[in-house]
């Protein structure tokens, strides 16, 4: 065998120069990558400029990073791979609350807020009333479980999106249950959004013939202690986007129910509840 790199030995060549003390798992991972990578470029017959295109748009992907925006999260979410990941390492049993993608646009230590709250700030959009259970897989209530809540407003921003014109903490809040485990609030019925779409991943789902769009959605974070943390959404069922969300984040269960309300203060009532399952 030849110690030079040619065609076909290429993944040897690569990965036979790994250290006798890499980290076993780092091995692992740099092996299995460099064979995939290897392999598309020879499946798909890699042209020289197909490369320098590709490494001019990581590139492009790296430079328009910064503290406010992660544009290769935004990469991974929109070829599918932050739903994989997420997937991979959240299996549950069904009836349990799945997970979806958590998005760029949580904001840690949002106020506490009391039951029933409103926590639309800026007087705009369908008022909706949000309640529900906290319960585990036999259905037993959990108390002292931390519902954090986060959605865009009618406009379809996050009030992180607009410091100065939206109020801090708009559309967002932390519930915490008590011995019944049930937690309400008011909200919005949420509307639908594109990701942020000028830089080169919007650029790239131009290319692709594919909208920027997520339907509209409440994210969720529900932590209890002794139960796996959820990381969620619900999704309102008459969206024009759920079954082409950029990011690939909704589930069949996920959907919940809006219902209008006849005479009621808000417009709107979305029953859901959340099913934890221990750790
Ligand atoms: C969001 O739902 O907030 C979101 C998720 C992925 C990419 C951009 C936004
Ligand atoms: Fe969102």
Redesign the pocket.
């Given at each position: 065998m030849t110690h030079y790199f040619t065609e076909k030995n290429s993944v040897d060549a690569v990965n036979r120069r790994m250290g006798l003390s890499t980290d076993p798992r780092l091995a692992e991972v740099l092996s299995c990558l460099v064979t995939h990578l290897h392999a598309f470029a020879k499946d798909i017959q890699l042209t020289q400029a197909e490369w320098e295109y590709g490494i001019e748009f990581l590139t492009k992907v790296g430079q328009i990073c910064s503290d406010e925006r992660q544009e290769f999260?935004?990469l991974s979410?929109?070829l599918g791979m932050?739903m994989l990941v997420d997937a991979i390492n959240n299996r549950r049993p069904p009836g349990a609350t799945e997970n979806t993608?958590?998005?760029?646009?949580?904001v840690a230590d949002a106020p506490v807020r009391q039951m029933g709250d409103d926590i639309s700030l800026d007087g705009k959009g369908e008022p909706c009333f949000f309640e529900g259970s906290v319960v585990d897989m036999q259905g037993n209530p959990i108390s002292s479980a931390k519902i954090d809540v986060w959605s865009?407003n009618a406009d379809g921003f996050?009030d992180v999106q607009q410091p100065g014109i939206q109020p801090k903490w708009n559309n967002r809040g932390i519930f915490i249950t008590g011995e019944d485990g049930r937690y309400s609030f008011v909200g919005i019925k949420p509307v639908p959004?594109p990701?942020?779409d000028d830089g080169p991943v919007g650029k790239m789902l131009g290319h692709l013939g594919r909208h920027p769009y997520?339907p509209a959605?409440m994210?969720y974070i529900i932590t209890a202690p002794g139960y796996e943390t959820v990381v969620t959404?619900t999704f309102v069922g008459d969206d024009m986007y759920l079954t082409s969300d950029?990011?690939f984040?909704v589930k069949e269960t996920l959907v919940a129910p809006f219902e209008k309300v006849a005479d009621g203060e808000t417009l709107w009532r979305s029953p859901f509840d959340f099913v934890l399952t221990p750790v």
């Open positions: 999260i935004l979410d929109t932050s993608v958590l998005g760029p646009f949580h865009d996050y959004y990701i942020p997520r959605h994210h959404h950029a990011v984040g």
